[in-house]
């Protein structure tokens, strides 16, 4: 059985297939000693596979794991400016890993990680259908008609976002505690969206990603979620 590189790549868990791609054309990829120039190159995985000259990490099976993103930490593996990164704050023992999408710097919460750059690709896409869900604090004065307009979508700044569900849990005096839900998940869009309509985001949460949820979790730890379960909630999805 066969599959094009890039995918074999992802699999491996060293990055998402669409850097998979890049690698290969920044030549970075051989296999058999040839420089592979093509993603839709076609591998059974008994070649040999190169990245740099290293031999890519054996494939193992897909596994997945829910960690509670602490705020302030930058959802990358290396930063330019510096700043704490979540894969270097992770506890010991986890294998190599990427994100399933990511948490902006001040945000907070369920962050899905993966050792199947194939999953996380697929987990991302806004065809899935699949919701997440945010506790938001808001600080400024709430318009509950312009807040029961989200569902319809909106646009901010030319960028359109799709229907956003957000209902207020408590207020008071300024502040107040919105539970908001969407599909799509674009950059910043919860805060970008909020700031339109005069509300200023306090503090960002993330409580869900599809049937995933953050539970119990307290900020910097990471639970697995067994074999089973992820067989339940991707087998008839993906191909794991």
């Known amino acids: 059985m066969t599959e094009r ?4 790549i992802a699999r491996s868990g060293i990055c998402s297939r669409r850097e998979a791609e890049v690698l290969i054309a920044q030549k970075r990829i ?3 000693g040839e420089i592979v120039t093509s993603p ?18 054996q494939t193992d099976k897909t596994r997945l794991w829910l960690y509670y993103k602490p705020e302030g930490l930058v959802t ?6 510096g700043r704490p990164t979540v894969f270097a704050s992770l506890p010991s023992g986890l294998p190599r890993v990427i994100s399933v999408g990511r948490l902006d710097l001040n945000s907070e919460g369920l962050l899905l990680l993966t050792n199947n750059g194939e999953l996380s690709r697929k987990l991302e896409l806004p065809s899935n259908g699949w919701s997440r869900r945010y506790k ?4 400024g004065r709430i318009n509950t008609e312009a807040l029961s307009r989200l569902q319809e979508g909106i646009t901010v700044d030319g960028i359109n976002y799709g229907p956003i569900k957000a209902e207020i849990e408590t207020i008071k005096g300024s502040n107040a505690w919105l539970m908001v839900t969407l599909s799509e998940g674009k950059n910043r869009e919860i ?9 200023e985001v306090a503090r960002l949460i993330r409580l869900s990603y599809g049937p995933f949820q953050l ?5 910097g730890e990471v639970k697995e979620v067994p074999q089973k379960v ?5 087998g008839s999805k993906f191909e794991l």
């Not at 590189?5 to 074999?8: G, L, Q, S, T, V």
């Not at 805060?191 to 309509?197: A, E, I, N, P």
């Open 5 to 8: 590189i890039a995918k074999y």
């Open 30 to 32: 051989t296999v058999n």
């Open 40 to 57: 839709a190159l076609n591998v059974t995985g008994d070649e040999k596979i190169l990245f740099d000259g290293e031999k890519l990490p």
């Open 76 to 81: 990358s593996h290396k930063d330019p400016q």
């Open 136 to 139: 938001v604090r808001v600080h």
């Open 191 to 199: 805060r970008k969206v909020m700031k339109h309509l005069g509300l």
């Open 215 to 219: 539970g119990a979790l307290k900020p």
């Open 230 to 234: 992820l067989k339940e909630q991707l």
